[in-house]
Structures are given as structure tokens and as C-alpha cells.
């Protein structure tokens, strides 16, 4: 089955930098790659999604990265705010939807001010 | 209720225990899906509902987990026989369609505890 290895596990910035997560995936048939964000008590919530028929898809801050040849996708945010603290998971599926994600073990992203 | 609401949000049993976990998904979502997840870990699949039918529930991890959806809306996931093992957040999500660029929206999910 697919696995999803996501790195790093905890992740401190200063307040307006960047952050960058990375995620490699096993199964070459993944074609579905979601980012959630989750806060404390809460369900995880969908913040930018790609599919393998694009390289790289922008929101705002938001951006993912695919690189189907290495396996490897990455979340990208811009100018960072102290509510952008949360726990991210990468998400992969070969579905082209949201049928059985597997998920990585997540990053504990904090925002110093 | 706007999102997926999910009851109890806390359930403390004791080993041996049957217990039931609701899920009431997004009014007119056809989709819904069941997931666990333990302490510091990221979510994991168990089964997923296209309209009352399970279309695939190959993450249940045995025949002591059980789910239903008999009317296409609220789902419930059966434990029969609880574990310590058990223990962890079972989070749904419900989206309107499988095969549609849709989104999936979770639940806060139920904190199971089994001592």
C-alpha cells in the first residue's frame, strides 16, 4: 500500500518568513495530493489540494509543489502569521479524490512573533 | 448545523465495551468517510460510504469495527469488544461527491478512551 513520509516533524519560523514541508509518496499511481491544516480539538481542515496533471498550484501564501518523478510534493506558505501555527498533513490518494487518503505523521509548524 | 458534527465528542469505556460513534456529514454529501487517528500520528483510513453502501472498508482493522449508513445521511461506527488499543480521535468526513473536484470537511471528531 502507499506510504507517505513527511518531513520535518516540528517546524519554528520567525514571524514573515517562509515555511516549506516535504512529503515523498510510494505508490507511483498516487494522483491525489491534498494539505491539511489542524488545530488544536479540531478536524483537519483542507487548505490547497493538487492533482498530477500540474506541476505546482498557487493560493495566495499557499503554494504545492509535484514532482511525479521523485515522488516528492511540498507546501509551501509566504509571509507567515501567528495563525498560520498549527499541525500540517500531507495527504496522498490514487483515486483523483478523497477515497482512502494516506496521511503522514504531520508537521507542528509554530510562528514566533 | 453548516459543518460535520460529530457525538460524543468524548467517550471514556472499559475494556470490553461496545461502543457506537455518530456522524451526522454535511446535509446532501454523498460521500462520507471514517478515519482514526492516534496520538501524534496523521489520520488513518478505515472506511468509506458512497450513499448508504460501503465502497471500500479495507482500513477497518477487524471484524470488531463495524460501520453503517442505512439511509445515506448519519453513519455509525460500531466497536464491539473494545481494547486499550482502540484508543484515539475516529474522525469523519463527509464530501458531495467521490469522482467531482470536491472537498472533504472533517469532523472535530470522538476522543475514545478505553481503560
Known amino acids: 500500500g502507499e506510504n507517505v513520509e513527511q518531513h520535518p516533524s516540528t517546524l519554528s519560523v520567525q514571524e514573515g518568513d517562509s515555511a516549506v514541508i516535504k512529503c515523498t509518496y510510494s505508490?507511483?499511481?498516487?494522483?491525489?495530493f491534498p494539505w491539511y491544516k489542524q488545530e488544536l480539538g479540531k478536524g483537519p481542515q483542507l487548505i490547497i489540494d493538487i492533482r498530477s496533471n500540474v506541476g505546482e498550484k498557487k493560493d495566495q501564501r499557499i503554494a504545492v509543489t509535484l514532482n511525479k518523478t521523485a515522488k516528492h510534493f511540498s507546501l509551501h506558505i509566504t509571509e507567515t502569521q501567528p495563525e498560520d501555527s498549527a499541525v500540517y498533513f500531507c495527504?496522498?490518494?490514487?483515486?483523483?479524490?478523497?477515497?482512502?487518503?494516506?496521511f503522514g505523521t504531520g508537521t507542528r509548524l509554530t510562528i514566533i512573533p | 448545523g453548516a459543518g460535520v458534527s460529530q457525538t460524543p465528542s468524548n467517550k471514556v469505556t472499559e475494556k470490553g465495551k461496545y461502543v457506537e460513534l455518530r456522524c451526522d456529514p454535511i446535509s446532501g454529501h454523498t460521500a462520507l468517510y471514517w478515519y482514526r487517528q492516534s496520538l501524534g500520528q496523521g489520520p488513518e483510513f478505515l472506511i468509506y460510504?458512497?450513499?448508504?453502501?460501503?465502497?471500500?472498508d479495507s482500513g477497518l482493522p477487524n471484524d470488531r469495527f463495524f460501520a453503517v449508513r442505512p439511509e445515506g445521511s448519519v453513519s455509525t461506527l460500531k466497536i464491539q469488544r473494545t481494547e486499550r488499543g482502540d484508543s484515539a480521535v475516529y474522525l469523519c468526513?463527509?464530501?458531495?461527491?467521490?469522482?467531482?473536484?470536491?472537498?472533504?470537511?472533517f469532523g472535530q471528531g470522538t476522543r475514545l478512551t478505553v481503560v
Open positions: 495527504a496522498a490518494s490514487t483515486s483523483f479524490g478523497n477515497e482512502k487518503l494516506t
Open positions: 505508490d507511483s499511481a498516487s494522483n491525489y
Open positions: 468526513a463527509s464530501s458531495q461527491d467521490r469522482a467531482k473536484d470536491t472537498e472533504a470537511f
Open positions: 460510504f458512497q450513499g448508504t453502501g460501503a465502497a471500500d
